[in-house]
Nanobody, 114 residues
């Protein structure tokens, strides 16, 4: 079992930045993939960014050039640096780790508003 705890969400003005963190309860060095997803009210959960072993990193078109995913294996933590935030980035952001099996965090709210 792996517990994932996200942090770093909050309210930010358009153009601002946030860094989300996802701390795992044990080593995730063997994970096939780690990633961030988001879900806005009335929408389906969508991929934001993911690191996949053997395939590299991929991003949703809507966040390319603004968001950066990274992982620190020594800290069992996955990060999402979000810059130039827009109101349409408002959503609950979820951390995902595919060992397998597949694990999800509880989510952290990001609200971009003036």
């Amino acid at each position: 079992q792996v517990q994932l705890v996200e942090s770093g969400g909050g309210l930010v003005q358009p153009g601002g930045s946030l860094r989300l963190s996802c701390a795992a309860s044990r080593s995730i060095n063997s994970a096939v993939a780690v990633g961030w997803y988001r879900q806005a009210p009335g929408n389906q959960r969508e991929l934001v960014a993911r690191i996949t072993v053997g395939f590299g990193t991929n991003y949703a078109d809507s966040v390319k050039g603004r968001f950066t995913i990274s992982r620190d294996n020594a800290k069992n933590t996955v990060y999402l640096q979000m810059n130039s935030l827009k109101p349409e980035d408002t959503a609950v952001y979820y951390c995902n780790v595919l060992l397998p099996p597949n694990y999800w965090g509880q989510g952290t709210q990001v609200t971009v508003s003036s």
